[in-house]
């Protein structure tokens, strides 16, 4: 059993920064090592978009073109903790941010709660 | 405009069958068998429902299924029950390192 909590999110001006974290908590046997890991936003009353992933070991990263540049997604595998650094945030970026766990092939299989991001003046 | 394309709504009666479709290009759902699909209620996270386009994953009724042919998926839900009524969306793996959704159905049980 895996579960994700999201944490970090908030009210921000255009052009600022937040740093979103995800922690997992994981049955023993399970390692949060071994998990890919995601990040997908949804703007209020929109659809699902991804924004990013991360392989094990933290070594690959791939970003939506939206989000190129501006959002870093990194991972602390010491605390099971997957972050997304938010930077020149813009009011589109406005939406609810969930982190995932991949089963393959971004297919993700395990959802947190997500976690409020606004952005506006 | 999402890379999917899916009816934003879709309806049925109780104890009746409906069928979703997804549509993409060759490059999304044509190209790979990485389909999957995900339930949401409101104001809840999204639920991992099928994924190589029609395996479930533990847990979920064999009352939800899915297909595929060429650059078409489908998620069909059979033996209607109340709770079924929430969004439904596609997501297929868009090679280069990408995921693409679709942009979302609403089912209403009738």
């Known amino acids: 059993e895996v579960q994700l909590v999201e944490s970090g999110g908030g009210l921000v001006q255009p052009g600022g920064s937040l740093r979103l974290s995800c922690t997992a908590s994981?049955?023993?046997?399970?390692?949060?090592?071994?998990?890919?890991m995601n990040w997908v936003r949804q703007a209020p009353g929109k659809g699902l978009e991804w924004v990013s992933y991360?392989?094990?070991?933290?070594?690959?990263?791939h970003y939506a073109d939206s989000v190129k540049g501006r959002f870093t997604t990194s991972r602390d595998d010491a605390t099971n903790s997957l972050f997304l650094q938010m930077d020149s945030l813009r009011v589109e970026d406005t939406a609810i941010y969930y982190c995932?766990?991949?089963?393959?092939?971004?297919?993700?299989?395990?959802w947190g709660q997500g976690t409020l991001v606004t952005v506006s003046s | 405009q999402s890379a999917l394309t899916q009816p934003p709504s879709a309806s049925g009666s109780l104890g009746q069958s409906v069928a979703i479709s997804c549509t993409g290009t060759?490059?999304?759902?044509?190209?790979?068998?990485?389909v999957s699909w995900y339930q949401q209620h409101p104001g809840k996270a999204p639920k991992f429902l099928l994924y190589?386009?029609?395996k479930r994953p533990s847990g979920v009724p064999d009352r939800f299924s899915g297909s595929k042919s060429g650059n078409t998926a489908s998620l069909t839900v059979s033996g209607l029950q109340v709770e079924d009524e929430a969004y439904y969306y596609c997501?297929?793996?868009?090679?280069?390192?990408?995921?693409?959704f679709g942009g979302g159905t609403k089912l209403t049980v009738l």
């Open positions: 995932a766990k991949e089963r393959r092939y971004y297919e993700l299989e395990n």
């Open positions: 994981v049955d023993s046997g399970v390692s949060f090592t071994t998990f890919e």
């Open positions: 991360i392989s094990t070991r933290g070594d690959r990263t």
């Open positions: 060759s490059s999304d759902v044509g190209g790979y068998n990485y």
């Open positions: 190589e386009v029609s």
């Open positions: 997501s297929s793996f868009a090679g280069i390192n990408k995921l693409v």
